[in-house]
């Protein structure tokens, strides 16, 4: 399943806790354990910063003011243009 390899260097200390933390928590090895805390966290991260959770007021008035809104103007388009030369869509 791996395809690729991570090689890091990290204090006696860091090495002893998660050994122990892994065996504690029944992993077959500190491997096994560092990636899925890789992958758990990095999922984690990914899903706060990708989204965004607002009371359901604040959406109605969000949702009001996109139904009112008028044909989009010049610099409407421009920062759409802008955003996605940036690559953020």
């Known amino acids: 399943m791996a395809t690729v390899r991570l090689d890091m260097r990290l204090s006696e200390e860091i090495k002893t806790k998660a050994e ?16 899925k805390i890789m992958d758990e966290h990095a999922s984690h991260v ?36 802008y955003v996605k030369k940036q690559g953020f869509t």
Request: charged share 25%.
């Open 20 to 35: 122990k933390a892994s065996a504690l928590l029944g992993h077959k090895s500190l491997i096994e354990y560092v990636v």
């Open 46 to 81: 990914i899903a706060q910063c990708e989204s965004l959770t607002v009371e359901n007021n604040v959406f109605d008035v969000f949702w009001e003011a996109c139904n009112k809104a008028r044909k989009p103007n010049k610099a409407l388009k421009a920062a759409v243009t």
